[in-house]
């Protein structure tokens, strides 16, 4: 799609050089997986570019589908992240986000799927900036300990919590960094994408009041809770914090929720012909076999060759 046929070829050419000693270290060119819970079924995948296919460098789009827990106390995450680019370990560093924040995950997802199927909202984004955080830290640390500049081993970060009972339809969306969340209902694509919050530090959580609205669910697809006037504005965050992005949605039967990094971003937004091709592939409440979303996924757009990683839920 574009105006013109894209410059690289469809397929994998060159594969990125590898180390003897460092085989854990080599990226797949494409992965692709897929799951249903409850109402809802999940299909993911990332894929390297067609300019990094064609140059031999490794995917530095990283995904990561678990479940933690079993039965209808499930909770899985889609944690997707992408290095910097023009860094040598871009792979290494998005690897390990998504490893982080899924050890976090983990360890606290009794307690998550509690709070998701409560829809505490305060709570969930206070524990869930926190983890953030300190996932963003622990790759600070990481550049430290390899001799790189900070700037250098860092990564976008965007997941997805979804709790597999089949009476809970409360989606919960963090992350840091640019990339894009859609939802295709009535086949119109809604950009809804949060916006960031850097002037909001992470902060423990407070017991609700018994009149307090913001635990309550939002279905505002972004739009923030009005401040607490009875709180002070908490001091700015330092600036190599990356802003923190939440949200809180309801699933209506029939919608189609897409998360993504900005290598399929980007031509969603800026070419129609993409946005409207894949609302006809994806529109109804019938998810495609892993087979076909793949294909959809890597419809290529003249002047986008970046990685494309993309998780789409479609609910029942």
């Given at each position: 799609m574009g105006s013109g046929p894209p410059t690289y070829d469809p397929e994998p050419t060159a594969l990125p050089e590898a180390e003897p000693e460092e085989l854990g270290e080599l990226v797949p060119d494409t992965v692709l997986d897929g799951a249903r819970y409850g109402t809802w079924t999940l299909r993911s995948v990332?894929?390297?570019?067609?300019?990094?296919?064609y140059r031999g460098e490794p995917r530095r789009d990283a995904l990561l589908t678990a479940r933690f827990g079993t039965g209808e106390h499930a909770?899985?995450?889609?944690?997707?992240?992408?290095?910097?680019?023009?860094t040598p370990e871009a792979h290494l560093a998005a690897a390990e986000a998504c490893r982080w924040i899924g050890r976090a995950v983990g360890r606290s997802h009794r307690r998550l799927a509690e709070d998701i199927r409560a829809t505490r909202r305060a709570d969930l984004k206070a524990g869930l900036h926190r983890l953030t955080d300190r996932g963003l830290g622990r790759l600070r640390a990481s550049a430290a300990e390899r001799g790189a500049r900070p700037e250098e081993y860092t990564a976008t970060l965007r997941c997805l919590l979804l709790p597999a009972d089949p009476y809970c339809r409360t989606r919960v969306?963090?992350?840091?960094?640019?990339?894009?969340?859609?939802?295709?209902?009535?086949?119109?694509?809604?950009?809804?994408?949060p916006r960031a919050t850097a002037d909001e530090p992470p902060a423990p959580p407070r017991a609700p009041g018994p009149a307090e609205d913001d635990d309550r669910l939002t279905l505002d697809l972004g739009l923030p809770a009005p401040p607490d006037p009875y709180e002070p504005r908490p001091e700015p965050p330092p600036p190599a914090r990356d802003p923190f992005r939440f949200q809180v949605s309801l699933a209506r039967p029939g919608d189609a929720l897409l998360m993504c990094?900005?290598?399929?971003?980007?031509?969603?937004?800026?070419?129609?012909?993409?946005?409207?091709?894949?609302?006809?592939?994806?529109?109804?409440?019938?998810?495609?076999?892993?087979?076909?979303?793949?294909?959809?996924?890597r419809v290529r757009v003249k002047g986008?060759?970046?990685?494309?990683?993309?998780?789409?839920?479609?609910?029942?």
């Open positions: 990332s894929l390297s570019g067609d300019s990094a296919r909770l899985v995450l889609v944690a997707m992240a992408t290095g910097a680019r023009a969306f963090f992350g840091v960094g640019d990339g894009g969340l859609f939802l295709l209902r009535d086949g119109t694509w809604r950009d809804i994408e990094t900005q290598g399929l971003a980007e031509p969603l937004r800026g070419e129609p012909a993409l946005s409207a091709y894949l609302s006809r592939r994806w529109s109804g409440r019938r998810a495609p076999g892993l087979a076909a979303f793949l294909a959809d996924a986008y060759a970046d990685d494309r990683t993309a998780a789409a839920l479609w609910e029942a």
